[in-house]
């Protein structure tokens, strides 16, 4: 089992940045594919960005390529997610997520992430035009 806990959420005019962090527990998590997703209201959760076990290879979501970076320190069990130039359409609750099977690929874990992940409780971001 794997405990995920995200903070560094806010409010934030277009054009600003924010850092999310996600610290794991119960395991390490240098066994896993680590990742974000992020949910906007009346919408359904959707991929953000992935990472792989050792950081060398990352994924990004169309809508947030060249924007978000996300990163991984294995010695601190967490994972981040630096996000530059936000807008209104950014807007959600945005969640860390593992794959429950440590083995997979981020391309693997994709086809499967709703029913079988990890989740933390997520963390509110608001971007105000």
């Known amino acids: 089992q794997v405990q995920l806990v995200e903070s560094g959420g806010g409010l934030v005019q277009a054009g600003g940045s924010l850092r999310l962090s996600c610290v794991a527990s119960?395991?390490?998590?240098?066994?896993?594919?680590m990742g974000w997703f992020r949910q906007a209201p009346g919408k359904e959760r959707e991929f953000a960005a992935a990472i792989s076990r050792s950081g060398s290879s990352t994924y990004y979501a169309d809508s947030v390529k060249g924007r978000f970076t996300i990163s991984r320190d294995n010695v601190k069990n967490t994972v981040y997610l630096q996000m530059n130039s936000l807008k209104p359409e950014d807007t959600a609750v945005y969640y860390c997520?593992?794959?429950?099977?440590?083995?997979?690929?981020?391309?693997?874990?994709?086809?499967?992430?709703?029913?079988?992940?990890?989740w933390g409780q997520g963390t509110q971001v608001t971007v105000s035009s």
């Open positions: 997520a593992a794959p429950k099977n440590w083995g997979w690929s981020a391309p693997r874990w994709m086809k499967e992430y709703k029913e079988l992940s990890y």
């Open positions: 119960g395991r390490t998590i240098s066994n896993y594919v």
